[in-house]
């Protein structure tokens, strides 16, 4: 694509307690054939503590640095604040852990608004806005040999384009979008209310279904690569898939109607048939235990107001969430 076809954007970046992979994405961001005007840095602090302005200072992009206390902190609306601060046409919204596979990810995350993009028109989805980009996730080198399947299930190769024509079809993951890596025409996204304020988590996915139920529609750029993953425990796939399910539950208005069980059906069954073929039959039971701890998280969390308050937290991996309810 040639140069100037691409409007403005910034990169906002919640972080806390930032290791190298900050000083990464930092790099790579300078490395990008189509740089940001800026960085937003949301740095979630303990008492004075302060973290990350180094990287910060030491990057040639233009990076502001904003502190919030620990208790402050909302995966909506801490994101909510860092859009706040920009006025690009475009902004995107990365995790610090995430860092771009080579120099075209941010030009390959914007094409859908700028460029033709899966035979559509600039922008559109036929008679649909694009509001929502988001980018492929590939594992790290350290990734185990299930979550590296699991991030070729979630993030295929092919880009597509998806609307509300698709929830028969694709059901929840029509409104799958990950933060890791996403970006927003950020005047619509103010016009549909930004990110929902105090979630536990899931930001990302209940502001998409928000979206496509508006009669927006989302792109997913499987050209613009972003390395992250993580190798979780069973414990910590199940407090995830809990905290998950309440989100879920805390918006009928998005998920309502729409199971979630049977993709992770189809995952596991494609997964378990990947191991076979590959000859990894000693990895089955990692497998059942994983996906096992995940359901039963799900289970629970979307059954969450029955349970008694210390169960709640004990299941959560956001304690703080619930402190302040």
């Known amino acids: 694509m040639k140069e100037g076809q691409y409007g403005t954007f910034d ?3 919640p972080v ?8 990464e994405l930092l790099a790579m961001l300078e490395r990008q054939r189509k740089r940001p005007e800026k960085i937003v840095l949301m740095v979630t602090v303990d008492g004075s503590e302060k973290s990350g302005e180094d990287w910060a200072f030491d990057c040639r992009i233009p990076t502001e640095v904003h502190y919030l206390q620990k208790e ?4 909506g609306g801490t994101r909510n604040r860092g859009i706040g601060f920009c006025e690009s046409e475009v902004v995107v919204c990365m995790t610090q852990d995430a860092v771009p596979g080579d120099e075209y990810m941010t030009e390959e995350l914007l ?9 559509g028109e600039q922008g559109r989805a036929g008679d649909r806005e694009i509001l ?8 790290r080198e350290d990734c185990r040999f299930i979550e590296r399947y699991t991030r070729s299930f979630n993030y295929p190769e092919e880009s597509r384009l998806k609307t509300a024509e698709d929830i028969p079809g694709l059901g929840i993951k029509t409104f799958f979008a990950s933060n890791v890596c ?5 005047e619509l996204f103010w016009k549909q209310g930004g990110f929902p304020e105090r979630t536990i988590f899931n930001e990302d996915m209940i502001f998409a279904g928000r979206a496509v139920k508006a009669g927006y529609a989302i792109a997913y750029a499987a050209e613009a690569r972003v390395v992250h993953s993580h190798n979780l425990s069973g414990a910590a796939q199940f407090h995830r898939n809990f905290d998950l399910a309440v989100s879920q539950a805390q918006f009928p208005d998005v998920f309502g109607g729409i199971r979630s069980e049977g993709e992770g059906i189809r995952l596991v069954k494609s997964t378990m048939a990947y191991l076979w073929k590959k000859g990894k039959f000693y990895l089955i039971p990692s497998l059942i235990w994983g996906s096992g701890c995940k359901y039963m998280g799900y289970l629970l969390g979307k059954r969450y107001q029955k349970l008694p308050g210390r169960i709640v937290r004990a299941c959560s991996m956001n304690k703080r969430y619930w402190r302040k309810q």
């Open 132 to 139: 929502i980009s988001y980018g492929r996730q590939l594992p």
């Open 72 to 75: 402050e902190f909302d995966h």
């Open 16 to 23: 806390y307690k930032p290791d190298r992979k900050l000083k």
């Open 11 to 13: 990169v906002v970046v």
């Open 182 to 186: 996403a970006a927003y025409r950020r």
């Open 111 to 119: 094409r859908p608004f700028f460029g033709s993009f899966c035979g």
